[in-house]
T-cell receptor
Framework: KQEVTQIPAALSVPEGENLVLNCSFT??????LQWFRQDPGKGLTSLLL?????REQTSGRLNASLDKSSGRSTLYIAASQPGDSATYLC????????????FGQGTILTVHP | NAGVTQTPKFRVLKTGQSMTLLCAQD?????MYWYRQDPGMGLRLIHY???????AKGEVPDGYNVSRLKKQNFLLGLESAAPSQTSVYFC????????????????FGEGSRLTVL
C-alpha cells in the first residue's frame, strides 16, 4: 500500500527566504507526482506535475524535483512572499490500473512580513 | 473556463435526510473522483469513476452512492445522512492515463461543505 509523508507538518519563515518542502513515498512504481496548494476554505490548485520519467519541473519561483528510486520529491520555493502562505500537498499517482492517487497530509506554510 | 464545478457549495442537513452533490466538468475527462477532507485525516477517496456508466469504491464508500450517467457529471448521494458525514467534499477529474500522452493531471472543484446535525 502506497504511503505518502510530508515533512515538515508546519513551517513558518520570514518573507524573502528560500524554502524546501519534502514529500516521500513508499512505492516507487508511480505514474506521476503532483504538488497542490490549498488556501483556507478553498479547493486544491495544481502547482506542478512531474511525470515518472522526469527529474524536475519549474514554474516561476517554484521548482519541484523527483527522485523516484529513493521515493522522494521536494518543492523549492524561492524568495518566499506572504501570499505563498497556504497548505501544500503532494499526491502520488500509482503506475498500474487506473492510477490510484495517494495524498500526503500536507505542510502548512506561513510566510510573515 | 469553468473546469470542475460543484453544487451546492454549502448545505446543512438533519440526521436521516438525503441529498445529492453534483460535480460537473467541462474538460472531457474520463476519470472523476469524490474525496472527503477532514481535519487530521487528509483527503480520503470515497468513490471514483473511470468512464461514463462505471463507478468503483474508494477507501471510505460506506453511506455513499454515486452515479455517472453522463461523462461530464459525477453525482454523490447520501441516502440517510449521519453526523459522521459532516465534512468538506471535493470532486476531482483527470484524463485517462491509459494513453501515454495524457499526463493524468488532477483538477479539483472548490468543495462542498456539508454539516449534518
Amino acid at each position: 500500500k502506497q504511503e505518502v509523508t510530508q515533512i515538515p507538518a508546519a513551517l513558518s519563515v520570514p518573507e524573502g527566504e528560500n524554502l524546501v518542502l519534502n514529500c516521500s513515498f513508499t512505492d516507487s512504481a508511480i505514474y506521476n507526482l503532483q504538488w497542490f496548494r490549498q488556501d483556507p476554505g478553498k479547493g486544491l490548485t495544481s502547482l506542478l506535475l512531474i511525470q515518472s520519467s522526469q527529474r524536475e519541473q519549474t514554474s516561476g519561483r517554484l521548482n519541484a524535483s523527483l527522485d523516484k528510486s529513493s521515493g522522494r520529491s521536494t518543492l523549492y520555493i524561492a524568495a518566499s512572499q506572504p501570499g505563498d502562505s497556504a497548505t501544500y500537498l503532494c499526491a502520488v499517482r500509482g503506475g498500474t490500473s487506473y492510477g490510484k492517487l495517494t495524498f500526503g497530509q500536507g505542510t502548512i506554510l506561513t510566510v510573515h512580513p | 473556463n469553468a473546469g470542475v464545478t460543484q453544487t451546492p457549495k454549502f448545505r446543512v442537513l438533519k440526521t436521516g435526510q438525503s441529498m445529492t452533490l453534483l460535480c460537473a466538468q467541462d474538460m472531457n475527462h474520463e476519470y472523476m473522483y469524490w474525496y472527503r477532507q477532514d481535519p487530521g485525516m487528509g483527503l480520503r477517496l470515497i468513490h471514483y469513476s473511470v468512464g461514463e456508466g462505471t463507478t468503483a469504491k474508494g477507501e471510505v464508500p460506506d453511506g455513499y452512492n454515486v452515479s455517472r450517467l453522463k461523462k461530464q457529471n459525477f453525482l454523490l448521494g447520501l441516502e440517510s445522512a449521519a453526523p459522521s458525514q459532516t465534512s468538506v467534499y471535493f470532486c476531482a477529474s483527470s484524463y485517462s492515463i491509459s494513453l501515454a500522452e495524457n499526463t493524468g493531471e488532477l483538477f479539483f472543484g472548490e468543495g462542498s461543505r456539508l454539516t449534518v446535525l
